[in-house]
């Protein structure tokens, strides 16, 4: 399929027209002591205070795993063998219709996260599962937009591989992450709409969404800080480094594919922090907001 055939089906014109109108602030404009944002001294102390390795996991090449993280914990998700995508869910694990809100984290601090930024949960909660206390890839903006650690996406799917291939594949983000939660007593319904870690995207002049090779290396890691008990899922896309993405490879026909050689498996390492009441003196846990309105509902 050539670039100008799919570039053609857009609604959208990469021709900009003058309106004569002032430049737009960002709606959530980022400053100091505002409750959305991460206080920058409290969070380096955090990514720098001495820390125990208390668990290691490992998520095998295309599939998922889903792990307790317990508050107070700093982990490291990593590429142990390179280039890899890794299709990130979050719940409270007390409470699993709590779970991380990419669309309003996107407003909040920008449609790629880096370092201090946060994950914020859905509605009636609002508030941060984890701040982002360390990125090795760091913020990045290519000659094309592209930028990493993507919330513009979500989750690859075997519906729309379906609708768009034909065949039924079983082993989409979707599907690891459902098979991952099951033991867990979450179903698919719990499975939401991820961080895309390590995954450089953007959109192109026509406001598409477009997807870059991961520029991950084995020593690549992007670090959190859990502000809350969590149950953690990753899942290891099938579409391995991205290279070589495409719809309607079938896990049962997978010799000659390219897309299986660019597969590798994702890790998590759950740190302690050493001293706890020291490092974390000025941190409290955070509360749900607290609106007392009914929806402008009247009661009896
Ligand atoms: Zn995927």
């Keep these: ?47 720098e205070a001495p820390r125990t390795l208390v668990e290691k996991y490992r998520c095998e090449p295309r599939s998922a795993i889903a792990v307790k993280i317990p508050a107070k914990s700093v982990f490291r998700i990593t590429t142990p063998e390179g280039p890899q995508v890794c299709d990130l869910n979050i719940w409270n694990l007390h409470n699993p219709r709590e779970r991380f809100w990419a669309a309003r984290t996107r407003q909040l601090h920008s449609a790629h996260v880096s370092t201090f930024d946060r994950l914020w949960s859905n509605l009636p909660y609002l508030r941060p599962l984890v701040t982002i206390t360390a990125d090795s890839l760091s913020a990045r903006h290519d000659e094309w937009g592209g930028r990493v650690h993507d919330t513009l996406g979500t989750r690859c799917d075997p519906y729309v591989d379906k609708l768009i291939s034909g065949e039924d594949n079983d082993f989409h983000c979707h599907s690891n ?100 009441n020291e490092v974390l003196k000025k941190w409290k846990a955070p509360e749900v907001v607290n609106y007392k309105g009914n929806h402008g509902l009247k009661g009896p």
Aim: charged fraction near 25%; proline fraction near 7%; aromatic fraction near 12%.
């Design 177 to 276: 992450l459902t098979r991952a939660v099951l033991p867990h007593g979450l179903t698919e319904f719990d499975v939401h709409d991820v961080l895309n870690v390590f995954q450089v995207t953007g959109l192109n002049e026509y406001d598409q969404y477009f997807m870059e090779a991961c520029p991950a290396t084995k020593d690549d890691y992007f670090e959190l800080y859990a502000e809350q008990d969590l149950l953690v899922a990753i899942s290891a896309c099938p579409g391995g480094d991205l290279s070589q993405w495409g719809w309607g490879e079938d896990s049962d026909n997978l010799e000659g594919s390219k897309m299986v050689d660019c597969c590798r498996p994702l890790g998590i390492e759950v740190y302690k922090i050493d001293d706890e």
């Design 1 to 47: 399929m050539s670039t100008e055939t799919t570039d053609a089906w857009s609604s959208q014109t990469p021709q900009k027209t003058t309106y004569r109108v002032p430049k737009p602030k960002p709606a959530y404009y980022p400053h100091a002591g505002s409750p959305l944002y991460a206080d920058r001294e409290l969070y380096t102390r955090i990514a």
